[in-house]
């Protein structure tokens, strides 16, 4: 695949009615492509991650992530030289478990997703 965006999980049931979608955006480089952003979307609210730690919660660069994603509880931990820590991590604690992991890179425009914990009953 080239430059595009991809649908990585949709899950229209999740937790009965809110529904969790998840997107990613890739970008080429010469002959190779790079996942460029991530779009999590749990019932109304969305969250949006890029490179370098560059984050929109319901459309506001860099909003309050304190009351979560639609409740769900969303973290993020800053890039530490002292402990040579080179990324970004958002984590969105989906409750029983799971949680999706972002890592954005400080000094790069790649972006790694991990669904952990996933249970069949919740991902099918």
Same mark, same amino acid.
């Given at each position: 695949?080239?430059?595009?965006?991809?649908?990585?999980? /949709? !899950?229209?049931?999740?937790?009965?009615?809110?529904?969790?979608?998840?997107? !990613?955006?890739?970008?080429?480089?010469?002959?190779?492509?790079?996942?460029?952003?991530? +779009? !999590?979307?749990?019932?109304?609210?969305?969250?949006?991650?890029?490179? /370098? +730690?560059?984050?929109?919660?319901? +459309?506001?660069?860099?909003?309050?992530?304190?009351?979560? !994603?639609?409740? %769900?509880?969303?973290?993020?931990?800053?890039?530490?030289?002292?402990?040579?820590?080179?990324?970004?991590? %958002?984590?969105?604690?989906? /409750? +029983?478990?799971?949680? @999706?992991?972002?890592?954005?890179?400080?000094?790069?425009? @790649? *972006?790694?997703?991990? *669904?952990?914990?996933?249970?069949?009953?919740? %991902?099918?």
């Amino acid at each position: 695949h080239g430059e595009c965006d991809l649908v990585l999980t /949709r !899950i229209p049931t999740f937790r009965k009615i809110l529904g969790l979608h998840v997107h !990613i955006r890739t970008q080429i480089v010469n002959d190779w492509s790079y996942i460029s952003r991530v +779009g !999590i979307k749990i019932g109304w609210d969305t969250l949006e991650i890029g490179a /370098r +730690g560059v984050y929109y919660i319901n +459309g506001v660069r860099h909003g309050d992530l304190s009351n979560g !994603i639609s409740g %769900f509880k969303v973290t993020h931990t800053k890039p530490n030289m002292h402990k040579k820590q080179m990324k970004h991590i %958002f984590e969105v604690d989906l /409750r +029983g478990g799971e949680k @999706l992991m972002i890592k954005s890179f400080k000094n790069k425009n @790649l *972006i790694h997703v991990t *669904i952990e914990g996933a249970k069949e009953e919740t %991902f099918g």
